[in-house]
């Protein structure tokens, strides 16, 4: 039998029905392998064993007892550390929450703990979300599982990192201009970025919350449609959550493709491409022709905007949500002080990080009296043409494909002296998020230097069912990953 933490989470659940495997033996054999493979990787920030066995041994009394169970239950998961989980410190990879313990649970993590997840722990991440390699955390570095000299992608590096690295079935992370598509796509696993509202925000510590969304990280696209079917579904506590119906996601994987329209936007196919990126997303395209998909050339004219457009609305809400750090409710407190803004100052210069320093700047300016009207409202309209764009685009194809990244993962302390190259690396995720639409990131090959590759599918705004049997497909076709790195 394969190792147990090579099964993807549709295999562990097969094999827990069947009563081939517990899930204390499951739970054990991801501590053990992170005993021996964490400290080279780095992917969390804190690990949560005592609860996670004990999670462990009621989903197998579950099991024993015949009690009804889940497709999760039982399921080992790792979350990243932004959503809050209730008795377990949730720091956003930040001094200015380090010792912050949540009184409560995400909506996420209700649900999660409702079907019988196990939680084994809390992934690293780019500090409150901001950054495109995990190299902006206050704790450590998170290092690519496929080579310990590059970023795993960010900001939910720790959490494809620790899913590439064995170290979990799945995980949560969250995306607000790509930060679970790129990750995946660096790590050689699958990200997908549901439709806004479909899940819900609440108790995700937000950073720009008209763009952020929880979604999937996993081995498989059965196994994000199986996650995505546990989280989804309105809430009532999130104003943004959506009155649908979460369809059966794992089950509208089989449907057939044959005859799709594929958008292949001339925007996206663009100079500085790398070209091992530009041919094994050709190949990927090639495969749904084969499987009789119709490919049609299709234009996202604002595109070029896109990057400017995000920047804006992305750092004046930043600016805007993370204004509630300051020292008087909770989080850190900085120590000596004069007065009340001289203690506001202290706290916020010793609790933040230079990146999230530079976001709060930038927003703070774009929302300044003499600047609004030119930056920020000129944004906002700017970001409605790139919704009209996604529209008009979806009359002429089912779904769109194009890279998730311009280059395979890049080496540690690449990009960390040039924030706008860093910035760049967002390029081709960024407008999914300004459009609302769901987006999945898929393995499609390997570099030269043996660096996963990741191709980007996206749908119309809440045609995540159509993205994810789209994707299934290809998967089927291209192949997935059986090999997974050696650590």
């Given at each position: 039998?394969?190792?147990?933490?090579?099964?993807?989470?549709?295999?562990?659940?097969?094999?827990?029905?069947?009563?081939?495997?517990?899930?204390?033996?499951?739970?054990?054999?991801?501590?053990d392998r992170a005993e021996r493979v964490e400290p080279k990787i780095g992917a969390y920030i804190t690990q949560t064993t005592e609860i996670a066995m004990?999670?462990?041994?009621?989903?197998?009394?579950?099991?024993?007892?015949?009690?009804?169970?889940?497709?999760?239950?039982?399921?080992?998961?790792?979350?990243?550390?932004?959503?809050?989980?209730?008795?377990?410190?949730?720091?956003?990879?930040?001094?200015?929450?380090?010792?912050?313990?949540?009184?409560?649970?995400?909506?996420?993590?209700?649900?999660?703990?409702?079907?019988?997840?196990?939680?084994?722990?809390?992934?690293?991440?780019?500090?409150?979300?901001?950054?495109?390699?995990?190299?902006?955390?206050?704790?450590?570095?998170?290092?690519?599982?496929?080579?310990?000299?590059?970023?795993?992608?960010?900001?939910?590096?720790?959490?494809?990192?620790?899913?590439?690295?064995?170290?979990?079935?799945?995980?949560?992370?969250?995306?607000?201009?790509?930060?679970?598509?790129?990750?995946?796509?660096?790590?050689?696993?699958?990200?997908?970025?549901?439709t806004y509202g479909r899940v819900s925000r609440y108790g995700l510590v937000a950073f720009a919350s008209?763009?952020?969304?929880?979604?999937?990280?996993?081995?498989?696209?059965?196994?994000?449609?199986?996650?995505?079917?546990?989280?989804?579904?309105?809430?009532?506590?999130?104003?943004?959550?959506?009155?649908?119906?979460?369809?059966?996601?794992?089950?509208?994987?089989?449907?057939?493709?044959?005859?799709?329209?594929?958008?292949?936007?001339?925007?996206?196919?663009?100079?500085?491409?790398?070209?091992?990126?530009?041919?094994?997303?050709?190949?990927?395209?090639?495969?749904?022709?084969?499987?009789?998909?119709?490919?049609?050339?299709?234009?996202?004219?604002?595109?070029?905007?896109?990057?400017?457009?995000?920047?804006?609305?992305?750092?004046?809400?930043?600016?805007?949500?993370?204004?509630?750090?300051?020292?008087?409710?909770?989080?850190?407190?900085?120590?000596?002080?004069?007065?009340?803004?001289?203690?506001?100052?202290?706290?916020?210069?010793?609790?933040?990080?230079?990146?999230?320093?530079?976001?709060?700047?930038?927003?703070?300016?774009?929302?300044?009296?003499?600047?609004?009207?030119?930056?920020?409202?000129?944004?906002?309209?700017?970001?409605?043409?790139?919704?009209?764009?996604?529209?008009?685009?979806?009359?002429?194809?089912?779904?769109?494909?194009?890279?998730?990244?311009?280059?395979?993962?890049?080496?540690?302390?690449?990009?960390?002296?040039?924030?706008?190259?860093?910035?760049?690396?967002?390029?081709?995720?960024?407008?999914?998020?300004?459009?609302?639409?769901?987006?999945?990131?898929?393995?499609?090959?390997?570099?030269?230097?043996?660096?996963?590759?990741?191709?980007?599918?996206?749908?119309?705004?809440?045609?995540?069912?159509?993205?994810?049997?789209?994707?299934?497909?290809?998967?089927?076709?291209?192949?997935?990953?059986?090999?997974?790195?050696?650590?």
């Open positions: 039998m394969p190792d147990i933490v090579d099964f993807t989470i549709k295999q562990l659940n097969t094999l827990f029905l069947k009563g081939e495997i517990s899930p204390v033996e499951v739970a054990r054999a991801y501590i004990a999670q462990a041994k009621e989903a197998e009394r579950r099991f024993v007892k015949g009690e009804d169970v889940t497709a999760l239950t039982g399921i080992p998961l790792g979350i990243k550390d932004l959503i809050c989980t209730k008795g377990v410190r949730t720091t956003c990879a930040s001094r200015m929450l380090k010792d912050f313990v949540p009184p409560y649970d995400a909506t996420v993590m209700e649900r999660l703990n409702g079907a019988g997840a196990v939680m084994l722990g809390k992934f690293n991440m780019d500090e409150f979300a901001m950054g495109s390699s995990t190299e902006n955390s206050a704790f450590h570095l998170t290092l690519n599982p496929w080579d310990l000299t590059r970023v795993p992608g960010g900001s939910s590096g720790g959490s494809a990192a620790g899913v590439a690295a064995r170290l979990c079935a799945g995980s949560l992370g969250s995306d607000t201009g790509g930060s679970i598509r790129q990750p995946a796509s660096h790590c050689g696993v699958v990200g997908l970025k549901p008209s763009l952020d969304q929880i979604g999937p990280i996993t081995k498989d696209v059965t196994d994000a449609a199986i996650v995505l079917g546990a989280i989804a579904g309105l809430d009532p506590r999130d104003s943004t959550s959506a009155l649908r119906d979460v369809p059966e996601y794992e089950v509208g994987l089989s449907g057939d493709i044959k005859g799709y329209r594929v958008g292949l936007p001339k925007e996206y196919l663009i100079g500085g491409l790398d070209p091992d990126v530009e041919a094994a997303v050709r190949r990927a395209v090639g495969n749904l022709e084969a499987m009789g998909c119709n490919v049609v050339e299709i234009s996202l004219p604002h595109t070029e905007y896109a990057i400017a457009t995000y920047y804006i609305i992305a750092t004046a809400e930043a600016a805007s949500n993370l204004s509630r750090y300051d020292g008087v409710k909770y989080g850190h407190r900085a120590k000596d002080y004069k007065n009340l803004i001289d203690m506001y100052k202290k706290t916020r210069s010793e609790g933040f990080g230079l990146e999230v320093k530079r976001r709060i700047m930038l927003g703070t300016y774009v929302l300044s009296a003499g600047y609004y009207d030119a930056y920020y409202k000129k944004a906002s309209q700017v970001r409605n043409l790139i919704k009209q764009d996604f529209e008009k685009a979806f009359n002429a194809c089912d779904v769109i494909v194009t890279p998730v990244a311009p280059s395979p993962s890049f080496k540690l302390g690449e990009k960390t002296g040039d924030p706008l190259q860093m910035y760049l690396s967002d390029v081709f995720t960024i407008a999914t998020n300004l459009a609302g639409i769901p987006g999945i990131s898929v393995p499609c090959g390997f570099s030269r230097n043996g660096l996963p590759i990741g191709i980007q599918l996206m749908a119309g705004p809440f045609e995540d069912e159509k993205l994810l049997r789209a994707a299934y497909n290809l998967e089927k076709s291209v192949g997935k990953i059986e090999k997974w790195p050696e650590i």
